[in-house]
């Protein structure tokens, strides 16, 4: 059990620091991860900025993903969810357009205006405040890749034990501090997990720091 996120964080960069974790840059995926990439950061002492990523919702269930797609269009399908509620090609199209639209939004809010530069040989250590399904987690690890991270870290305070396995498809280390068997909801891992507006959570970017 967390405290809240920031307890989280300062968890997480104990253990990155204990691992001997090379971290050039801190990329946090807002809002809840935002809390977290601060407190690595500042124990780490590196920058912190931020990967955006949107669900792609399932029709009629816009909270179920059937995917995900990060601002810059790298995308992760369900491919399972998708066969199994038989969702139509021109819906997935229709629903990766708009979301890809959003998160390039969110992203230039939070980043005021400016890209997620290339990332060559940067040692970059992402972060989120949990993951349950992954797909946000996928697709944003997939645009970091794709820029050029090397090494690619994802680090998480919970998470679902196939969840987490999964995960390390996508990055060259996953680390993830609990991964409880009967996972049921991230907020059940803190004592207070309450909403971070986009108001607060762009407090925690210091626009100091040198953007990628």
């Known amino acids: 059990m967390f405290a809240d996120r920031i307890d989280a964080g300062e968890q997480l960069a104990d253990r990155l620091a204990s691992e001997d974790v090379a971290v050039d840059l801190v990329l946090a995926i807002p809002r809840g991860g935002l809390p977290l990439g601060r407190a690595v950061a500042d124990a780490l002492d590196a920058p912190l900025d931020v990967v955006v990523a949107k669900k792609l919702g399932a029709p009629g269930n816009e909270e179920f993903a059937i995917g995900a797609v990060a601002s810059d269009g790298s995308t ?79 680090a998480v305070p919970v998470g679902p034990p196939d969840t987490i396995e999964a995960l390390r498809d996508e990055a060259d280390q996953v680390i993830c501090l609990d991964t409880p068997r009967h ?21 925690y970017l210091d626009r100091d720091d040198e953007a990628a």
């Open 76 to 154: 992760w399908y369900n491919e399972d969810a998708i066969d199994r509620l038989d969702v139509r090609g021109a819906y997935v199209r229709e629903e990766w357009q708009e979301q890809t639209v959003a998160a390039r939004q969110t992203a230039a809010t939070y980043r005021q205006g400016e890209r997620l530069g290339e990332l060559d040989g940067q040692a970059v250590v992402v972060v989120d405040d949990g993951v349950a399904t992954g797909s946000t987690a996928r697709a944003c690890l997939r645009q970091v890749r794709e820029a050029g991270a090397d090494p690619l870290v994802f």
């Open 183 to 203: 996972f049921r909801a991230v907020g059940q891992h803190y004592r207070n997990f309450t909403q971070v507006p986009d108001e607060e959570a762009m407090t």
